[in-house]
């Protein structure tokens, strides 16, 4: 789970002493379900099993003691806040959140001299963590530089964005860089399932139906601590009228937003998609853009969103507008950068562009004209004159020896056969005359004809 603390709330006063630091240490009863649900130690975590495996550097910076500097890239919600906390709460560090929004380069010096003076003094190590880092400019992450090198503190930093784009050089090398998976349906569903039955949590009060279990499933889209900040208005709802089930019917109005009916391993998922590319395909925009929140809504991955896009681009619009795959890699790359919510506007933009693009499935046939005469084993000889002549007695076998620079002839088109004989005349790629494709098929036909002579 991710930024499952009031920053504000506690944030320890310097100077730091000892247990003041540890957000392990100010859970009250009153505290939101997310927070008096964090995990306390590393076994706890839901999802991420890549760091909590044995041996992992995470593991050793908790358990061994070692003083490592980490850099959590990841998704809201899947435990960089709360990796901090473990690191601080297990470990008998002090621990001091310094904001990346609010602070500028005299807290983050003060911050790091308070650590040092401590370490050296009375011997304690300082967690210094650091939400959000890719919002310091970069004068504010020089500022950390010392205390990291040093190891006058163990940095945590977390990010949302590409550390690589986002962070400055000295501080990548210098820190341990772990990359957070989003978390899974199975993995919210667990955190939902320990918040029913743990003392911490609602202690067995109320139980939850499956398809309303589903709807905060979908609702979370990967985000544990909006799973249980939903979680708990629906069991607000649900005390409310005195009831120990949480419904379908309490969780939709709990949360304000009606049950998509969409199940990512079903018929749904499969149906949904399908419709989308086909109203692209269409030309469709407006079917488009319907069948593309409908996913958003139910929580589908983006990425898969994306992969569509980008196949689609190639296969029902090709060259007739060129630049429709350039839109839908952009899109992708922006899901990777940005994430969600945010990254639905790129999606919808690649969307709308790839509606009104004109099409053409041109790219795909001629793929799949070539793959077919390869598997009916119209392989042949690559001519003579095309094969490599770069090693000694290579022109006494004759290769390359007829061979026309391209660039030497009219036009830099050669008139010579690149094609083994075997299929010497197939013609794989057909053109449409629609969009831009039409130039492309003028141009095309003239070259093919220049040539093979004809």
């Given at each position: 789970m991710d930024e499952l603390f009031d920053a504000e709330a506690l944030r320890p006063a310097p100077p730091v002493t000892p247990g003041a630091g540890s957000l392990q240490a100010n859970t009250h009863a009153s505290a939101p379900l997310a927070v008096r649900m964090r995990p306390r130690t590393l076994d706890e975590l839901v999802g991420q099993p890549q760091l909590r495996a044995e041996g992992s550097p995470l593991r050793q910076l908790i358990e061994g003691g070692k003083a490592l500097s980490l850099l959590l890239w990841g998704p809201p919600g899947t435990g960089k806040t709360t990796i901090a906390a473990i690191v601080s709460g297990t470990t008998d560090r002090a621990f001091v959140e310094v904001s990346a929004v609010s602070a500028g380069v005299k807290e983050v010096r003060a911050a790091i001299e308070q650590a040092r003076s401590d370490l050296t003094h009375r011997g304690r190590e300082t967690v210094l963590f650091v939400d959000e880092v890719h919002r310091f400019s970069k004068a504010q992450q020089d500022a950390l530089l010392p205390g990291v090198e040093n190891r006058w503190v163990t940095l945590v930093a977390a990010t949302t964005e590409n550390p690589f784009f986002s962070v400055i050089s000295p501080l990548l090398s210098r820190s341990l860089l772990l990359q957070l998976d989003p978390l899974t349906d199975a993995d919210i569903a667990e955190v939902i399932g320990h918040a029913l039955s743990d003392e911490r949590g609602l202690g067995g009060a109320l139980t939850l139906d499956d398809d309303a279990r589903d709807h905060l499933v979908r609702l979370a889209g990967?985000?544990?601590?909006?799973?249980?900040?939903?979680?708990?208005?629906?069991?607000g709802a649900?005390?409310?009228?005195?009831?120990?089930?949480?419904?379908l019917a309490t969780a939709e109005t709990a949360v304000d937003r009606a049950a998509v009916r969409y199940d990512r391993q079903g018929d749904q998922h499969y149906d949904v998609i399908s419709a989308f590319i086909k109203s692209l395909r269409g030309s469709d925009a407006d079917a488009a853009l319907h069948y593309l929140a409908r996913m958003f809504e139910a929580g589908e991955d983006p990425r898969f969103i994306a992969r569509r896009l980008v196949v689609l681009a190639s296969e029902d619009i090709g060259l007739a507008d060129p630049t429709a795959l350039t839109t839908a890699v952009a899109a992708a790359q922006a899901v990777q950068l940005i994430g969600m919510p945010e990254a639905r506007l790129n999606l919808a933009q690649a969307t709308i562009a790839l509606a009104v693009a004109p099409k053409s499935n041109a790219v795909i046939k001629a793929i799949e004209a070539a793959s077919a005469d390869v598997r009916a084993g119209k392989i042949g000889q690559v001519p003579p004159h095309l094969r490599d002549a770069h090693y000694q007695g290579s022109k006494a076998l004759g290769h390359g020896t007829s061979y026309t620079y391209s660039h030497d002839a009219p036009y830099g088109i050669a008139e010579q056969q690149y094609a083994p004989d075997v299929i010497a005349d197939a013609e794989y790629y057909r053109p449409t005359a629609l969009g831009a494709e039409a130039a492309v098929k003028e141009r095309w036909e003239r070259i093919r004809r220049m040539i093979r002579g004809r």
């Open positions: 990967g985000d544990a601590r909006r799973a249980l900040t939903y979680l708990e208005a629906a069991a649900a005390g409310v009228t005195g009831g120990a089930v949480i419904d």
